[in-house]
C-alpha cells in the first residue's frame, strides 16, 4: 500500500509515467509496489537521468556521426526516505527495457543481442552488505513486472556480490552474467582484479549509492582502484559503432558513454567539488530548487521535515538509567501497564497501538554487546513497579538479584541476535554491528524488519545508512555520531516517505555547544527535560523519588555487572549517604558499597565459554572511550577525551572502579572477551574515522597516536579533573549526588 505522503512529499502534478517511464514499469509500480506518485527527488532526477545531451565528436575519430548523444552525470541529494533507491533504478530498467523492445526504426538492426552475456551494464556500489541486499531486494521486486509479449525483460539478471559467500559461487555468477550488480567496493575490486570473466567493457551506468561515505578515507583508494580498472576496460564510443556484433548496444535508448550517479542524503561540498572536476557535466539534483533546474550548492544537510528531532542533557552517570527511562517512555503498551504513570508523563507521542521499532545507535560493538546482554539479562530492579515485574518471566523482581554469566552466544555469534527484554515485557530486542558474522547480520536484519512485535535495535553505524527498516518510529542516537552527515543518515532511519517519526540525542552537559553545528547544518531540534524524563521510574510520588528511582535502577545493573546479589545491601540505606566521591563510589548517589570486590573477582573465574558481564561492560567502556576520541577534528573541541569525565562514564556500563582500575582490568579482560570473535573484529570495533589511538596497557596507562598534545593517561587527568563536572541535575535542595 502506498504511504502517508506530507505535504513536502506529495506530488499531484505527475504520475511516473509522466516522468517517461514505460507503462509496464509504471503498471508494475502501481499494481504490484503500491508506489504511484513520485517523490519530488524522483520527479526532478529521474527525467534527468533519462535524458542525453548532445556532443560534437570528434569525425576523425568516428566517420559515421558527427553528434553523439551522451549522458551526464548525476548528483542526488535528498532527505532520507525519499526514495532514492528507485530514483536511480527505474532510468536503468527502464533504458535497458527500452533497448531491447525497442521499434525497429530506433536501430538498424532490432535489439539484437540483449543478454546477459553482454556482463554488467550496471554496477551499483554501496558501503554495507546490508544496503547492497536491501537495494538487490528492489531490484528484484522491479524485474519481477510483467512485460507485453512482444518485450523482452528476462534477460537483465540483478545479482550481488559483496562477501559472505564462497568465492567460487561469485565467480560463477558473474562468469554467467549479471546485468545490473550490486555490490561493496572491496568485493567488486577483488573480482575485477582476479575473476577474468567478470565482464564491464559494456557497463553504462556507475552508481555510487552514499556516495560522501564511498568516497571517505578508507574507501576512496579501493574506488580509485575500481575506476581505474572500469576505464581500463571500457570501449570509447567512438568505436562502439565499429562494432557492430552488437546492435543492441548502439541502441538511442542506452547511454552512449558510462553514466555516474553519486547518490546520497548528505554530500558535503568536498564530495561536490570532487564531483565538479572529476565527473562529466555533473548535473545536481536536490529536493530544492525549482524542478528541472540545477540547483546551487549549499552546505546544509535536510532532515524530513515530518521528524521531530529532540535532545537531552544529563551527566554521563545518568545516561543508563535515562536511557531505561527513555525506553518506558516510548513503549506505550508497557507505559500504559504503569500504575503510576499516567499518559501526561510521557513525554513523546509515540503510536498509541501497533508495532513500535526503535533503533538505538552506539559508538562501539563492545558497547552494543553489552547493551544488548544487559537489556535482555540483567532482571528488573527490585523497586520496578509491580505492572512490569509481574510480566517477568517467572522472575520476582524482589528476588535476589542471582549472579549471571552470559552465555558466549549472546555475544556474538552463531544464532540470532533475537532477545525479549525482561525490563520491557513484549518488547524484542535486537543487535547489529561489524563484528558480529554476516550470516547473524543478514538473520537480524530480516528479522527485525519483520517483526511484528514491538522491538528495538542496538547498532553501531552500520545501520547508519540506507536501511529501511519498516515501523521505524525512534531513533536514540545514545552515543553521539562521529560528524554530523552521520547524524543526519542515523535519524533518517525513521520519518521515512512521509511518515511521522522521533528521533532524541543523548548529550552531556559539556556536549551542548554540538546543538550549535547541528542547527548550522539545518538541523532543528527541541529540549527534553532529563528530570521530568526520569519520573516514569517513579514508583510513589514524593519529594526525592526520582533519585530513589534511579539509584534503585542503577544499583541494580551495578550488582547485576559484579555479579552481586541484592540481598548484599540496601539501596535506601544508602541513598540517604551523600558523597562528593564520584570516583570511587557504588552507586551514582553514595558511597562505595562494596569496596571489597573480592565478590566480583571470584566470580570472574568461570567456564572459559561463558563471559562475566563486568567483563562486558569493561570492553563496551574501553571501547566507547576509543570511539569518543574519533569525532571529526571540527568537533573535537566538544568531543574529547579531556572533558570525559571517565568515572562517570564508567557508570553508565554499571561499573564502579575508578577508571584507572578498568582500563587496567579491561585491557587483559577485553582481550579475552575478544579472542574468538569473528575476523575483521579489530576494524570494525569502533568508528573507523579515528585520527586517535588509545591502547589500554596492563598498568592502566594509555598511548596516543597522531595527538601531539595528549597526556600520557587520560583517565588519570580525567579523573583529577572529576570536581569540574557536576550532576548537572537538580533534584532540588542541596546538592545531591544521583
Ligand atoms: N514514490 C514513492 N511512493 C511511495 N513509496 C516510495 C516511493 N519511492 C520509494 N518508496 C519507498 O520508500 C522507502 C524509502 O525509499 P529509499 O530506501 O529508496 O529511500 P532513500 O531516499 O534511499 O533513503 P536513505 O537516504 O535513508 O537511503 C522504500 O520503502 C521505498 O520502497
Not at 572491496?186 to 556516495?211: C, I, P, Y
Amino acid at each position: 500500500m502506498t504511504p502517508p505522503m506530507t505535504d513536502s512529499n506529495k506530488d499531484t502534478s505527475a504520475d511516473f509515467s509522466a516522468l517517461g517511464l514505460d507503462p509496464d514499469i509504471t503498471s508494475h509500480l502501481a499494481t504490484k509496489m503500491g508506489i504511484s506518485q513520485p517523490t519530488p527527488i524522483q520527479k526532478k532526477a529521474i527525467p534527468a537521468m533519462l535524458r542525453d545531451r548532445l556532443v560534437k565528436v570528434d569525425s576523425s575519430n568516428d566517420t559515421y556521426a558527427q553528434e553523439e548523444r551522451r549522458p551526464r552525470d548525476i548528483c542526488i541529494q535528498a532527505q532520507t526516505g525519499s526514495g532514492k533507491t528507485l530514483t536511480f533504478l527505474l532510468p536503468i530498467v527502464h533504458r535497458l527495457l527500452l533497448a531491447s523492445t525497442a521499434p525497429a526504426e530506433d536501430i538498424t538492426d532490432k535489439a539484437q543481442g540483449a543478454s546477459r552475456n553482454l556482463g554488467s551494464m550496471a554496477v551499483i556500489i554501496t558501503p554495507t552488505h546490508e544496503l547492497a541486499k536491501q537495494i538487490l531486494s528492489t531490484l528484484e521486486q522491479l524485474l519481477r513486472m510483467t512485460v507485453d509479449r512482444s518485450r523482452r525483460a528476462h534477460w537483465m539478471v540483478p545479482g550481488i556480490v559483496v562477501g559472505g559467500e564462497n568465492p567460487a559461487s561469485e565467480k560463477a555468477r558473474l562468469r554467467k552474467g549479471v546485468t545490473i550488480l550490486v555490490t561493496t567496493p572491496g568485493r567488486l575490486l577483488r573480482h575485477l582484479q582476479v575473476t577474468q570473466s567478470f565482464v564491464t567493457q559494456n557497463l553504462r551506468w556507475l552508481v555510487l549509492d552514499e556516495a560522501d561515505r564511498l568516497l571517505e578515507e578508507g574507501f576512496e583508494e579501493t574506488l580509485k582502484s575500481i575506476m581505474t580498472i572500469l576505464d581500463e576496460r571500457m570501449v570509447p564510443p567512438h568505436l562502439l559503432r565499429r562494432n557492430d556484433s552488437c546492435p543492441f548496444l548502439l541502441s538511442n535508448h542506452l547511454p552512449r558513454s558510462r553514466q555516474v550517479v553519486l547518490c546520497s542524503a548528505t554530500l558535503p561540498n568536498k564530495v561536490l567539488q570532487l564531483a565538479g572536476t572529476t565527473l562529466t557535466h555533473p548535473l545536481f539534483c536536490r529536493n530544492t530548487g525549482t524542478d528541472g533546474q540545477e540547483d546551487e550548492l549549499s552546505p546544509q544537510y535536510e532532515a524530513p521535515s515530518q521528524l521531530r528531532q529532540y535532545y537531552i542533557v544529563m551527566p554521563a552517570k545518568l545516561r543508563l538509567v535515562t536511557l531505561a527511562a527513555t525506553l518506558m517512555q516510548v513503549f506505550p503498551s508497557v507505559v500504559s501497564k504503569n500504575p503510576s504513570s499516567k499518559d501526561t508523563m510521557r513525554t513523546f507521542s509515540g503510536a498509541s497501538q501497533g508495532t513500535f521499532k526503535v533503533v538505538i545507535f552506539l559508538s562501539s560493538c563492545d558497547s552494543v554487546d553489552f547493551h544488548h546482554v544487559l537489556f535482555s539479562e540483567a532482571p528488573a530492579p527490585k523497586f520496578w513497579p509491580a505492572a512490569y515485574s509481574a510480566q517477568l518471566n517467572g522472575s520476582r523482581s524482589d528476588d535476589a538479584v542471582a549472579p549471571t554469566k552470559v552465555p558466549q552466544s549472546t555475544l556474538a555469534a552463531e544464532n540470532s541476535t533475537e532477545r525479549t527484554c525482561p525490563l520491557l515485557p513484549g518488547v524484542m530486542l535486537y543487535k547489529l554491528h561489524g563484528n558480529l558474522p554476516q550470516k547473524v547480520r543478514a538473520d537480524t536484519f530480516s528479522r527485525f524488519s519483520r517483526s511484528s512485535s514491538s522491538s528495538i535495535l542496538l547498532c553501531t553505524d552500520v545501520a547508519a545508512r540506507g536501511l529501511d527498516f519498516p515501523h521505524v518510529n525512534f531513533i536514540i542516537q545514545y552515543d553521539p555520531p562521529a560528524e554530523v552527515a552521520d547524524y543526519v543518515h542515523r535519524v533518517g532511519r525513521t520519518a521515512r516517505i512521509g511518515r511521522q517519526g522521533e528521533s532524541l540525542i543523548f548529550l552531556t552537559p559539556t556536549e551542548t555547544d554540538y546543538l550549535d553545528i547541528l542547527r548550522s547544518q539545518g538541523m532543528v531540534l527541541e529540549a527534553k527535560d532529563a528530570d521530568k524524563h526520569l519520573k516514569i521510574l517513579v514508583k510513589r510520588k514524593g519529594k526525592g523519588q526520582i533519585q530513589v528511582a534511579a539509584t534503585d535502577l542503577q544499583q541494580t545493573w551495578e550488582r547485576w555487572v559484579h555479579g552481586e546479589s541484592s540481598t548484599q545491601e540496601s539501596p535506601h540505606s544508602v541513598n540517604n549517604e551523600s558523597s562528593d566521591d564520584d570516583e570511587g563510589s557504588t552507586t551514582i548517589s553514595a558511597k562505595s558499597h562494596n569496596k571489597d570486590p573480592a565478590g566480583s573477582r571470584a566470580k570472574s573465574t568461570g567456564p572459559p565459554d561463558l563471559v562475566q558481564p563486568k567483563d562486558l561492560a569493561q570492553a563496551a567502556f574501553l571501547s566507547s572511550v576509543r570511539a569518543y576520541a574519533t569525532h571529526v577534528s571540527s568537533e573535537r573541541h566538544i568531543f574529547h577525551i579531556r572533558k570525559l569525565h571517565l568515572g562517570h562514564w564508567a557508570k553508565s556500563f554499571g561499573l564502579r572502579e575508578t577508571p584507572t582500575q578498568v582500563g587496567a582490568h579491561g585491557s587483559k579482560e577485553h582481550n579475552s572477551t575478544s579472542k574468538g570473535k569473528s575476523k575483521g573484529s579489530k576494524s570494525a570495533n569502533f568508528r573507523s574515522k579515528d585520527s586517535f589511538s588509545f591502547s589500554a596497557t596492563g598498568s592502566g596507562s594509555a598511548q596516543y597516536g597522531k595527538t601531539n598534545h595528549a597526556p600520557s593517561n587520560p583517565f588519570k587527568r580525567a579523573a583529577s579533573h572529576a570536581d569540574e563536572f557536576s550532576s548537572g541535575i537538580d533534584f532540588g535542595g542541596k546538592k545531591k549526588r544521583l
